[in-house]
């Protein structure tokens, strides 16, 4: 069975599970409309007409996708007159696919697309996902909070007394001598006292090389003995 509908201005020849593209209609994907202009329907060679309409005819299509056209260019130009005018326009389609061809005022059997199932497993699905980032971040969280002890914790256990002015060291300026103090490293002695195993554990947790902290060390020798 076939049937001729009108909507939009336009007429189309559809059939059960057409796939069209009409002016837009008001719908969400999954909706099922309502098309009640049919012009005309038929099956083989029976045709009936309307006039203009099919009494009791109707066309129910389900809503597969809201979209817009190609864009149209309208340009207008009036000769002599240095007159040019550019439109473009994109006209709005609904993309639907016919379900039922309903005569003699027959009510649709097709209903919409079950939403609140949709949506009770949208919940589920969105409510799985916090629990799992939940579960993630709880997860994380004592990691994140030994990894801050950590460190929070210096690498050395600071000597009492006065601290030296490390910038005297070539090659350890303000910022780098503040990041020494900060991990408890604080005078000539202590630097050229620092065995391979220090120098390595300096290396691997502060920005400085085993070649700098090296040459830190030798100067630091010189220095601790005035």
Do not use: C
Request: charged share 30%; no cysteine.
């Amino acid at each position: 069975m076939f049937a001729v509908i009108k909507t939009g201005g336009k007429q189309y020849r559809v059939a059960a599970n057409d796939l069209l593209k009409i002016e837009k209609v008001e719908g969400q994907v999954g909706d099922i409309v309502e098309i009640g202009h049919v012009l005309a329907h038929g099956e083989g060679e029976n045709v009936t007409f309307g006039a203009p309409f099919v009494d009791g005819a109707l066309v129910t299509a389900e809503v597969v996708e809201q979209g817009k056209n190609r864009t149209v260019i309208a340009f207008k130009k009036r000769r002599r007159q240095n007159s040019r005018r550019k439109i473009g326009h994109r006209q709005l389609l609904t993309t639907v696919r016919i379900a039922e061809i309903l005569l003699g005022g027959a009510k649709p059997t097709k209903k919409a697309a079950a939403k609140a199932e949709a949506k009770t497993e949208a919940k589920a699905e969105v409510a799985a996902k916090a629990e799992a980032a939940s579960k993630t971040e709880a997860e994380a969280a004592p990691k994140k909070e030994a990894k801050a002890t950590e460190t929070a914790v210096p690498l050395f256990k600071a000597p009492k007394g006065e601290p030296d002015d490390l910038t005297v060291i070539k090659g350890v300026g303000p910022v780098a001598a503040g990041q020494l103090n900060e991990q408890g490293i604080t005078t000539f002695t202590q630097i050229a006292k620092l065995s391979d195993k220090d120098i390595a554990k300096i290396d691997e947790h502060m920005p400085f090389s085993t070649d700098q902290i090296t040459d830190w060390r030798e100067q630091a020798k010189d220095l601790a003995k005035k």
